[in-house]
């Protein structure tokens, strides 16, 4: 009998059944080197989370903490409308801040677009010619109104292309 794969090593198993790869916690959490930035995540982590009770809804979903150091508060957000909406927010978020026990003076606004969306594809299908033929039929047999525009516009569209 043929295998198209040799069989697995029985040295190599993989851990708890996700395969070779670790998860980027469970590395951070393996290494003392990275004890420094674990806790930086956690921090930005539990900021958000306290930015996040401040803000409206249409600003949560759509802001980030960037940093926090010496009294600043960096946020970062993909337009420059949501950073005026921020901007204007300052007075608010920082004495919100510093109740919840953040040593946060100043919010500094800074934009990060969102990467671009691919273009969508113009619409490709096409009717057969027997659909073609069955809806002229149809548009000729009805009386002059909007709908018989329509079917007339569409397969003159159809027709030419």
């Given at each position: 009998?043929?295998?198209?794969?040799?069989?697995?090593?029985?040295?190599?198993?993989?851990r708890?059944?996700?395969?070779?790869?670790?998860?980027?916690?469970?590395?951070?959490?393996?290494n003392d080197a990275f004890a420094h930035l674990r806790e930086g995540?956690?921090?930005?982590?539990?900021l958000e989370k306290d930015l996040g009770a401040c803000l409206p809804d249409y600003l949560r979903t759509n802001v980030a903490a960037a940093s926090a150091s010496d009294g600043v508060l960096t946020l970062l957000t993909p337009h420059s409308a949501l950073a005026a909406?921020?901007?204007?927010?300052?007075?608010?978020?920082?004495?919100?801040?510093?109740?919840?026990?953040?040593?946060?003076?100043?919010?500094?606004?800074?934009?990060?677009p969102l990467a671009p969306v691919p273009a969508v594809p113009p619409k490709?299908?096409?009717?057969?010619?027997?659909?073609l033929a069955c809806?002229?039929?149809l548009r000729a047999g009805l009386e002059p109104s909007p709908l018989?525009?329509?079917?007339e516009k569409m397969v003159g569209r159809h027709q030419r292309g």
């Open positions: 009998m043929n295998r198209p794969f040799p069989p697995a090593s029985p040295r190599r198993k993989p708890s059944g996700r395969g070779y790869a670790t998860p980027i916690v469970e590395a951070l959490a393996s995540v956690a921090r930005l982590r539990s909406r921020l901007r204007h927010l300052e007075p608010k978020l920082v004495g919100f801040l510093r109740t919840r026990g953040w040593a946060v003076d100043i919010v500094k606004v800074r934009i990060r490709t299908a096409r009717l057969s010619a027997t659909g809806l002229d039929a018989r525009d329509s079917l």
